[in-house]
């Protein structure tokens, strides 16, 4: 029987009531989430899990990051391919997709915005798009992109589409420039700003008793993320003019 048959026969064949399950070597029984079973160390078949659920944590947002490290590179020389060379074709597999789970989980919550982001993903919510891929995506299809100006930069904004306007027709005047690079600080100090501000909304849903505070602390989340995106492309579409205008 090919490999990966094994797998979903082995996996299948794991007894799993209520968040447990047993170990498909000992029987010994185990957590659904466990990666090795606690009693002959065999590593066990992949489990839907989130990113949180992969490292034992509880879907929270404020984390202690170097233990987080700690964790990955502890789990990482577990499951290396190597340590595996002469186990059976099943666990080759499964050691090389829990790694690839294990990296995704890593990339993801090591980066506050990405944790932010992965999260509200979990609770449903989809935050606008407002990357460099979806305007260039928008560009070839002749469609306008969905960008929402927030409401206390519409005058900055304005103010910045002027003087970017003048470096596209040619108008390089060093008072522009100047003004150019004084918008580009100012944007990145919104930016530094945003990260801080991210961190308080953190301990509201982290310290949420009830869903209407876990729903306001995403609500400004979602604000806030939407905003320091379009601020980042903001600083981008800058970076470019002046380079181009050098």
């Not at 609770?123 to 992109?145: H, M, P, W």
Request: aromatic fraction near 6%; charged fraction near 30%.
């Amino acid at each position: 029987m090919p490999a990966m048959e094994n797998v979903a026969q082995e996996h299948n064949s794991a007894k799993v009531i209520e968040g447990e399950a047993e170990c498909w070597s000992c029987s010994a029984p185990l957590a659904v989430r466990e990666h090795f079973c606690s009693t002959c160390g065999k590593v066990q078949p992949v489990r839907p899990m989130t990113h949180f659920e992969f490292f034992g944590l509880r879907k929270k947002l404020n984390l202690n990051e170097q233990q987080l490290q700690k964790e990955f590179y502890a789990l990482s020389r577990k499951l290396h391919p190597d340590v595996y060379a002469r186990a059976t074709a099943n666990e080759q597999e499964w050691s090389l997709q829990k790694t690839s789970q294990l990296n995704d989980a890593y990339r993801t919550l090591k980066d506050p915005i990405g944790r932010t982001q992965y999260l509200l993903s979990l609770e449903g919510v989809q935050l606008e798009e407002q990357s460099k891929s979806a305007t260039d995506a928008a560009r070839q299809s002749g469609e306008e992109k969905k960008q929402v100006v927030p409401p206390e930069l519409l005058e900055e904004v304005f103010e910045l589409n002027m003087q970017l306007q003048e470096l596209k027709m040619g108008e390089h005047d060093p008072e522009t420039l100047t003004q150019l690079e004084s918008a580009k600080k100012s944007f990145e100090q919104k930016l530094d700003e945003s990260n801080l501000e991210l961190r308080k909304y953190w301990d509201a849903w982290d310290n949420a008793k009830d869903s209407d505070a876990e729903q306001k602390a995403m609500g400004q989340m979602v604000a806030l993320l939407n905003r320091r995106s379009y601020i980042r492309n903001l600083v981008r579409d800058v970076n470019t003019a002046l380079s181009e205008a050098a």
